[in-house]
């Protein structure tokens, strides 16, 4: 039965172990492997900060984005018309609203309403129809989807800069591995038998 390890006693031995299997080329690839998972942990609380900052600026955000709007019930003018697209059928129906006294109307994309159908929209101070404002759940969403996006960049770019110092070393061992099996067998043009 063959057995596979990869603890942190494994590289710290190829570290620091004075075993001639031990190639420089393999504690260079040891040190590259800590550093980045020492790079990949301390990255949690950077990212986990810069996080936190996104979701209070954008909690500021929409939170004025709120005090600013306001919500309304507005009424369909008339039945809602079929819009074919890509995607499916949606509809556009012509509403109507009344801010500060004034009437208002609009065509919105909704679903299929009729005449006199209520439907809510957002205005602005003007009484324009503004989108929704986004709630505190999407500034969570947002905040966590940045933070780990950054977490995952670098850790992604330390796993590729191993990647790549990884397929380095590896052909560089198969140049030495290739050199070392010519000189066993004796295609050396006969180096082996003068160095003596």
Do not use: C, K
Request: negative net charge; hydrophobic residues 45%; charged residues 20%.
């Amino acid at each position: 039965m063959q057995t596979f390890t990869l603890g942190f006693g494994v590289w710290f031995q190829r570290l620091v172990a004075r075993n001639p299997l031990v190639r420089s080329s393999d504690r260079v690839e040891t040190i590259a492997v800590l550093l980045i998972v020492a790079l990949a942990v301390l990255a949690i609380p950077v990212a986990g900060a810069a996080g936190t900052a996104l979701h209070d600026d954008l909690a500021r955000q929409f939170a004025a984005q709120r005090s600013e709007r306001t919500e309304l019930r507005a009424t369909a003018v008339s039945d809602s018309t079929s819009v074919s697209q890509a995607s499916g059928t949606s509809f556009r129906t012509q509403i109507q609203w009344q801010f500060v006294g004034i009437t208002r109307t609009d065509s919105v994309r909704t679903a299929e309403l009729h005449a006199g159908d209520p439907v809510d929209i957002w205005v602005d101070r003007d009484g324009q129809r503004v989108p929704a404002p986004l709630t505190d759940d999407e500034a969570v969403s947002q905040a966590v989807v940045a933070a780990l996006t950054g977490w995952l960049t670098v850790a992604g770019t330390g796993v590729g800069a191993w990647a790549l110092l990884r397929h380095r070393l590896d052909r560089a061992r198969y140049t030495e591995w290739d050199r070392a099996l010519d000189d066993l067998a004796g295609n050396d043009d006969g180096r082996t038998n003068r160095a003596g």
